[in-house]
Nanobody, 119 residues
Framework: QVQLVESGGDLVQPGGSLRLSCAAS????????MRWYRQAPGKQRELVAT???????YYVDSVKGRFTISRDNAKNTVYLQMANLKPEDTAVYSC?????????????WGQGTKVTVSS
C-alpha cells in the first residue's frame, strides 16, 4: 500500500507565499509522475502542475510565473512553491502520483491541504 501525505496549507494574505509538500511512502519502486490538483468551492478539480521523475514540468496558465513544482526523488516528495498568491488560488490542494510498486502501476491521492488567500 502507498500513502501520500500533504502539508503546508494555511491562511495567507494576497501577495504572500506558501510551500506545499507531498510525501509518498509505502511499497514504492518508482514514481514517474507527481501532480498537484486543486478544487475551489463550487468548482471542478483542476490540474495545477505536473513534474516527471526526469525533471519535465507543466503548469496551468493561471499559475505560470508564480508557482514552481519540484521533486526530491530520493525522498519521494513533491513540492509546490506558491508566490504572489491571489484570492482565486483559494482551494483544497491535493497531490496525485503514478506509483510503480509491487502491485504494478497505480494512481494514488493524498487527503488534501487547504489554502486560503484572504486579507
Amino acid at each position: 500500500q502507498v500513502q501520500l501525505v500533504e502539508s503546508g496549507g494555511d491562511l495567507v494574505q494576497p501577495g504572500g507565499s506558501l510551500r506545499l509538500s507531498c510525501a509518498a511512502s509505502g511499497s514504492i519502486f518508482s514514481i514517474p509522475t507527481m501532480r498537484w490538483y486543486r478544487q475551489a468551492p463550487g468548482k471542478q478539480r483542476e490540474l495545477v502542475a505536473t513534474a516527471t521523475r526526469g525533471g519535465s514540468t507543466y503548469y496551468v496558465d493561471s499559475v505560470k510565473g508564480r508557482f514552481t513544482i519540484s521533486r526530491d526523488n530520493a525522498k519521494n516528495t513533491v513540492y509546490l512553491q506558491m508566490a504572489n498568491l491571489k484570492p482565486e488560488d483559494t482551494a483544497v490542494y491535493s497531490c496525485n502520483a503514478d506509483v510503480i510498486g509491487r502491485l504494478g502501476t497505480n494512481a494514488y491521492w493524498g487527503q488534501g491541504t487547504k489554502v486560503t488567500v484572504s486579507s
